[in-house]
């Protein structure tokens, strides 16, 4: 069999996947006798696209994976901060710091970038529709929209922005937890009728898998709903991926059916909705009886951010290239309203425009390649849905 179009982690490590132009410069760099110029490379954001007033930082664990074992010294603000690109003055917030011998990490600049800019456009994404959802339930369903072998990056990416569940396997292995997902309307064409449907897939799928019946294949929603209860003993839900053809106002469908599923007596089973759903639709759909979302395409399709690498110190002086700031810069934050500012200094004392003190907010993420911090993904969502609700936006 010929290799698939994606990079093997290998590849990645030995920089074949990153620009060229990295690769002729730690050359001429090593022709001249320059491989031990020591530099700071700041990671920094000039705005965030889609006018989007914060972003969720993810992606920092993989860049420790890929720099392990490098001999640099890396520092930031832990993964999962919500931020925005700038200080109040305007300047660019250091979201992470590498220090070291800039041949010894400059390839892995695209490494690093890709690693970082996609996933904290995800994590985003997957937050901002959470903060619409409120406190429903939210399943990652958009991995078919995007390169398969980046499944695991995306799905992480989504859990730790706020999403519930996702639906694949290798996602689901890497945050811990189950895949979730009911069947294609596939099985229901195949098997000829949704009762047919309903009845192989209570028989065949083990009993720990809820059963939440897709019920809009063939009838009317509202009438299969009632099917699904009357076939499958103890259903945990219904959902509903109505095409946009045939929705009218998929808030009334969504209404209709809660009304017939409650006066039926079947007030424990949920309703979830799926097919192109944002954040938009998701805020009109809230209160509409609704339990949950499953939300594919506007997660995993999300802008990436612009995040770059400059070097801003080189052997102990500030340097930058035009329209850069020079110097190591550290990152404060107000302990209140978690506003971001930068300081020259790492022991300044910087007031709030709330009136609180900022803190100094960096940490030490490695030193010389060996890592000092690990945090599981569930405890990066749980500190992105915190701020979240600190903020006032959940
Ligand atoms: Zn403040």
New binding site residues.
Partial sequence: MERLFAASETEIRNSYTTDVYFERTKKILHSKGMDDTKVWAEFTLGSLPNKWPWAVLCGTEEVLRLAEGLDIDIYGVPEGTIFRSRSPKGIRVPLMNINGEYTKFGEMETAILGMLCHPSGVATAAARVRCAAKDKKIMAFGNRRMHPSISEVLDRSAYIGGCDDVASKIGADIIGREAVGTVPHSLMLIMGSDEAAFRAFDETIEKSVPRIMLIDTFSDEREASINACNIIKGLKGVRLDTPSSRRGSFKEIIQEVRWELDSKGFNDVEIIASGGLDENSIRELIGSGVSGFGVGTSISNAPTLDISMDLVCKNGSSISKKGKFGGRKYTYR??????LDVSLSFDDNIK?????D?EMYEIQLMKAGKRITKQEPADIRRYVISQLKQLGEL
């Fill in positions: 107000c302990p209140r309203c978690l506003s709030c425009s709330c009136g609180s900022m």
